[in-house]
């Protein structure tokens, strides 16, 4: 399986923009799908955005839709995750995962990153 790094997270005023980057090393895929999570405190993980290596294809969770942007480099095997118009409510730590599925978009994601912090203050 592909080894993911995740790096870009950090502390931001609200209203501000980070660019996170997910560095695939290993086993990676030119069919695999890469997928951009996050987990506050005390609340579960979920889906923020994903994109197809193969076709490009996109996805995003209604909750950031319009505030991010998914892409990615393939000469640099690297997913970044654009984030505009942060919020609080965006404190998390954000990880991003490789699903090998054939479906789109994945049901499931088998490899993870350590993860990074991302803080928003008011």
């Known amino acids: 399986q592909a080894q993911l790094v995740e790096s870009g997270g950090g502390l931001v005023q609200a209203g501000g923009s980070l660019r996170l980057s997910c560095a695939a090393s290993?086993?990676?895929?030119?069919?695999?799908?890469i997928g951009w999570f996050r987990q506050a405190p005390g609340k579960e993980r979920e889906f923020v955005a994903a994109?197809?290596?193969?076709?490009?294809?996109?996805a995003y969770a209604n909750s950031m839709k319009g505030r991010v942007t998914i892409s990615r480099d393939g000469a640099k095997n690297t997913v970044y995750l654009q984030m505009n118009s942060l919020k609080p409510e965006d404190t998390a730590v954000y990880y991003c995962?490789?699903?090998?599925?054939?479906?789109?978009?994945?049901?499931?994601?088998?490899?993870w990153g350590q993860g990074t912090q991302v803080t928003v203050s008011s």
């Open positions: 290993g086993r990676t895929s030119s069919s695999y799908t």
């Open positions: 994109v197809s290596w193969s076709s490009g294809s996109t």
């Open positions: 995962a490789a699903s090998y599925r054939s479906s789109w978009p994945p049901p499931d994601y088998s490899t």
